[in-house]
């Protein structure tokens, strides 16, 4: 069965500065999807970044980028230079077993940009 | 390009009742996914849709229930509803069935039971 943990349930930084949001997994698939969502306090799932298990580069987009290491079973999320707009609950995703396209999701961090 | 639209926003029932939530999936996307988010539970899987047939469902009792219609939007039904019910309903939706497509999210249905 998948896994998935998150172990900052509340993460501080000043704004402008990067930041990076843990998140380890467990599957016993080759074959796996790793994603992150924003939620921001209004409630919506907002997509951000993701991963395959055989992408052989990290996944970047914009300011968000996948530190992921698979002999370590980590893909934690980088924010670089935050932003006010930043501070939201943060989750990390995988995608269920071969056929089932199900979301396992962690239990979230919880950001907040400090002005 | 419209994003996955679900009714009501707010939904408020009392125990025993039954309530259905409606989701509207991104145009051309066949899949639809509904998660419940309770507090203290995090976001659990309920049920998968894809080209109108339940392909996968989460560990929720039978009175969770829903379906998939010709046009891809989908309805959740709740029936017998529970104190415990109470939570975000979340609607989202894939272009197909591939699993490296990411799931995009609706703004949820927040469902009150009194």
């Known amino acids: 069965a998948q896994k998935i943990t998150q172990t900052q349930p509340g993460m501080f930084v000043q704004e402008k500065e990067a930041v990076t949001l843990d998140c380890t997994y467990d599957?016993?698939?080759?074959?796996?999807?790793l994603f992150w969502y924003k939620q921001p306090s209004s409630g919506e799932m907002i997509f951000l970044i993701y991963?395959?298990?055989?992408?052989?580069q990290n996944a970047t987009e914009g300011r968000y980028s996948l530190n992921f290491q698979k002999a370590r079973k980590s893909a934690n999320l980088v924010i670089s230079a935050s932003q006010l707009g930043d501070s939201a609950m943060y989750f990390c995703?995988?995608?269920?077993?071969?056929?089932?396209?199900?979301?396992?999701f962690g239990t979230g961090t919880r950001l907040t940009v400090i002005p | 390009e419209a994003g996955v639209t679900q009714s009501p926003t707010h939904l408020i029932k009392t125990r025993g009742q039954q309530a259905t939530l409606r989701c509207s999936p991104i145009?051309?996307?066949?899949?639809v996914y509904w998660y419940q988010q309770a507090l203290g539970l995090g976001l659990q899987f309920l049920l998968w849709?894809?080209?109108?047939?339940?392909?996968n469902r989460g560990n929720f009792p039978p009175r969770f229930s829903g379906r998939q219609f010709p046009n891809y939007s989908s309805e959740l039904n709740v029936n017998a509803l529970e104190l415990e019910d109470s939570a975000l309903y979340l609607c989202?939706?894939?272009?197909?069935?591939?699993?490296?497509?990411?799931?995009?999210f609706g703004d949820g249905t927040r469902l009150s039971i009194l």
């Open positions: 989202a939706s894939s272009p197909d069935g591939a699993s490296n497509q990411p799931q995009h």
């Open positions: 599957t016993s698939d080759q074959s796996y999807g």
């Open positions: 991963q395959g298990s055989y992408d052989e």
């Open positions: 995703a995988m995608r269920g077993t071969t056929g089932a396209n199900n979301l396992f």
């Open positions: 145009s051309g996307h066949t899949s």
């Open positions: 849709y894809d080209e109108g047939e339940e392909r």
